[in-house]
């Protein structure tokens, strides 16, 4: 689904907000870097070999419908079903860190941490049942990724929104220039191997797509629905 760039609210800060000119140009960058996002992303590929198999999703019969056939409040109970699943294990996985372990979990944005495509405006809200499972793990000194698809131009957007409505952001990955044409799902693997390399063991990858989950580097993952890739 495509942002109407007409419909972004003025956000409301803790610093002045941008106004005037400005703010056109944040808006015109905005949703023309939201077009060229949707335009690149490349369609949803099957678990690498390697790719975690405990997967938690919601029911196929929920997540077999469209997007037109799903309301938001079904969106809603089908996110907190998965989220549901992820919260037990990931509070006995992070009571039982062992010594100087360093404990990640890596979120995608769009329709997982951030409702994206079910109301328009900017700061867009967070999904509350992620953002619930978040600010545990960050209260329990967990350290939160995001690794997205948005292209670069957009980071500090981005980055700015996820503060906003109270993610903890210890590392925020997007899409660079050399990176627009790549493998969506290959990006974010190489990513999350990053993130290992800096020490960092993933409890937890939690996505709602395919791409967003294949390709291992994560102990377990949680896939929120999509409802057949109608959803970014």
């Known amino acids: 689904m495509q942002r109407d760039p007409m419909s972004l609210s003025v956000p409301t800060r803790e610093e002045p907000p941008m106004t005037g000119s400005s703010w056109q140009r944040f808006v015109g960058v905005t949703a023309a870097a939201t077009a060229v996002t949707a335009a690149l ?3 949803a590929v099957a678990a ?6 405990a997967v938690a999703t919601a029911s196929t019969t929920t997540t077999n419908a469209t997007a037109a056939d799903v309301d938001y409040d079904t969106w809603q109970k089908d996110c907190q079903a998965v989220m549901d699943q992820a919260f037990p294990y990931l509070k006995q996985r992070i009571a039982g860190a062992g010594a100087g372990e360093k404990q990640a979990i890596v979120f995608d944005i769009d329709n997982t941490t951030l409702e994206t ?11 509350a049942p992620v953002l619930e499972v978040a600010k545990y793990a960050q209260e329990h000194g ?3 990724f995001f690794v997205t698809a948005r292209p ?8 700015y929104n996820l503060k906003h409505v109270g993610y903890k952001v210890s590392g925020l990955y997007v899409r660079s220039l050399g990176d627009l044409f ?22 937890a990858n939690i996505g709602n797509s395919a791409t967003d989950l294949s390709g291992g580097h994560a102990e377990k993952t949680y896939k929120l629905p999509d409802y057949d890739g109608q959803l970014s």
């Open 41 to 43: 992303m490349s369609p």
């Open 48 to 53: 690498a070999p390697d790719a975690t198999p």
């Open 117 to 127: 495509d079910f109301g328009f405006s900017y700061p867009s809200p967070a999904n």
């Open 142 to 144: 967990v350290a939160l």
């Open 152 to 159: 670069g131009i957009i980071y500090s957007a981005t980055d």
């Open 182 to 203: 790549r493998d969506v799902a290959e990006y974010k693997t190489a990513k999350r191997a990053e993130i290992e390399a800096k020490g960092y063991t993933i409890i």
